[in-house]
């Protein structure tokens, strides 16, 4: 008996570790979320150094962590409705040719401020509902199996903190290197390639529409925690701004 209960995590870890679809949706969650937290500093130096302004900059910031938060609240509804994994290509699909958008337009001189303030909230409103939608699949993906959803989930958390800790230094880093028109590039292409991986290697999950509505009805509290995360790391990024400034 108590062999067996020793066993059983390391069996579920194994398990979940072997299972393919999920080493892919932990890989594009990684990419997509080191893409968002590159953002997080990207987009309101490129604000600062195009328009020599702390205060338009401080207009982009508060756009997108305000649509983060106003978005978070019916996020769990949006999930119920279209579905865990399209959510997630939704919320990657749309921010790769948005946030592409704002360099392009740059270069060719067409990039107005009140069009990069709605890209801002457009961006900060679909991050909102990708991490609750991240959360479902996972469950979705491992048929509802506390032990497995638990190893699972622990790989996810671990990962998220790693992009939350190393994702603004990389940043900075190619800032200095590329400068910040480039780097927006680059989060769009972190974006794009979470979009592909989830649309080429994450099956759509074989689940009833009724426990869709079960567990959409509960991602209110898990999406809170995604999105809070994003506001911290964007308060920062503004406050590093101010004092480079």
């Given amino acids: 008996m108590d062999g067996?209960?020793?066993?059983?995590?390391?069996?579920?870890?194994?398990s979940v570790l072997r299972n393919g679809a999920l080493r892919a949706l932990l890989v594009a969650e990684t990419v997509s979320t080191t893409g968002g937290q590159m953002t997080a500093l990207a987009l309101p130096w490129f604000v600062l150094t195009t328009t020599g302004s702390a205060k338009q900059m401080s207009y982009v910031v508060a756009a997108e962590v305000a649509a983060s938060v106003l978005c978070g609240i019916p996020a769990g509804t949006a999930i119920t409705r279209l579905g865990s994994r399209r959510t997630m290509l939704l919320c990657d699909g749309l921010r790769a040719p948005l946030m592409?958008?704002?360099?392009?337009?740059?270069a060719v001189g067409?990039?107005?401020?009140?069009?990069?303030?709605?890209?801002?909230?457009?961006?900060g409103a679909f991050s909102a509902p990708y991490g609750g939608a991240q959360r479902v699949i996972t469950a979705?993906?491992?048929?509802?199996?506390?032990?497995?959803?638990?190893?699972?989930?622990?790989?996810?958390?671990?990962?998220?903190?790693?992009?939350?800790?190393a994702g603004?230094?990389?940043?900075?880093?190619?800032?200095?290197?590329?400068?910040?028109?480039?780097?927006?590039v680059i989060d769009a292409a972190t974006f794009a390639a979470a979009f592909l991986l989830v649309t080429l290697f994450v099956p759509a999950p074989a689940r009833g529409s009724e426990g869709k509505r079960r567990r959409g009805s509960s991602m209110?509290?898990?999406?809170?925690?995604?999105?809070?995360?994003?506001?911290?790391?964007?308060?920062?990024?503004?406050?590093?701004?101010?004092?480079?400034?």
């Fill in 4 to 14: 067996k209960l020793t066993e059983t995590p390391a069996a579920s870890g194994s």
């Fill in 100 to 106: 592409l958008l704002i360099p392009i337009l740059h």
């Fill in 110 to 123: 067409a990039l107005l401020f009140g069009e990069l303030l709605a890209i801002a909230f457009v961006l």
């Fill in 140 to 165: 979705e993906l491992l048929a509802d199996d506390p032990g497995p959803v638990g190893q699972a989930n622990a790989l996810f958390q671990g990962a998220t903190r790693i992009t939350l800790v």
């Fill in 168 to 184: 603004p230094p990389l940043a900075g880093v190619l800032i200095g290197v590329v400068g910040a028109t480039n780097v927006l």
């Fill in 220 to 245: 209110g509290s898990a999406t809170c925690g995604t999105i809070g995360s994003w506001p911290r790391s964007a308060a920062r990024s503004r406050s590093g701004m101010r004092h480079s400034r």
